[in-house]
Antibody, heavy 118, light 105 residues
Framework: QVQLQESGPGLVKPSETLSLTCTVSGGSISDYYWSWIRQPPAKGLEWIGHILYTGSTNYNSSLKSRVTISLDTSKNQFSLKLSSVTAADTAVYYC????????????WGQGTLVTVSS | DIQMTQSPSSLSASVGDRVTITCRASQSISTYVNWYQQKPGKAPKVLIYAASSLQSGVPSRFSGTGSGTDFTLTISSLQPEDFATYYCQESYTTPTFGQGTKLEI
């Protein structure tokens, strides 16, 4: 079955850019939507944005000015870049798959904690 | 943006209890609601999609109802492994999650 795995630095300095990659195994990145979702410590879930296998993207309006999601089909990976980070961006970042824009997120990666601190 | 208001925020219950969690959308969203279960340190897992469809592999004690603005998740007979946090999520527009309901013993 399809598995997702997030990777990237666990510590980012304020004002810098957070960069994460999600590697998809056990299936192709084609024919699906791929999302990033985050969860600050002891808080709820926030959808960041998605990319379709065609490269088309859609972002949460509250983060749109700072977010870029891209795709590398040759590596079966998609990536997140979040610029100008602050402590408020400290969270567990998850990647997840969905089969349509009417998003039912399944499966999810295990999540990776990113801390923003100097 | 659509807001999803979930209640209660926490709930104490016992094994064998019947439990209901509600979610209200700020505007009509048909049946575009999904429910997830999250255990500490783990990613959320989908239980119910499209308001009332049971995800494959999920026990039948979980059920969902609702349409328009009001939705419910019911656990018919709580099992020890059900103590977790539950989230609703609208998929009518850009995905938005409720604040979560922590189900405790």
């Amino acid at each position: 079955q399809v598995q997702l795995q997030e990777s990237g630095p666990g510590l980012v300095k304020p004002s810098e850019t957070l960069s994460l990659t999600c590697t998809v195994s056990g299936g192709s990145i084609s024919d699906y939507y791929w999302s990033w979702i985050r969860q600050p410590p002891a808080k709820g879930l926030e959808w960041i944005g998605h990319i379709l296998y065609t490269g088309s993207t859609n972002y949460n309006s509250s983060l749109k000015s700072r977010v870029t999601i891209s795709l590398d089909t040759s590596k079966n990976q998609f990536s997140l870049k979040l610029s100008s980070v602050t402590a408020a961006d400290t969270a567990v970042y998850y990647c997840a798959r969905h089969s349509s824009a009417a998003a039912v997120f399944d499966p999810w990666g295990q999540g990776t904690l990113v801390t923003v601190s100097s | 943006d659509i807001q999803m208001t979930q209640s209660p925020s926490s709930l104490s219950a016992s094994v064998g209890d019947r439990v209901t969690i509600t979610c209200r959308a700020s505007q009509s969203i048909s049946t575009y609601v999904n429910w997830y279960q999250q255990k500490p340190g783990k990613a959320p897992k989908v239980l119910i999609y499209a308001a009332s469809s049971l995800q494959s592999g999920v026990p039948s004690r979980f059920s969902g109802t609702g349409s328009g603005t009001d939705f419910t998740l019911t656990i018919s007979s709580l099992q020890p492994e059900d103590f977790a946090t539950y989230y609703c999520q609208e998929s009518y527009t850009t995905p938005t999650f409720g604040q979560g309901t922590k189900l405790e013993i």
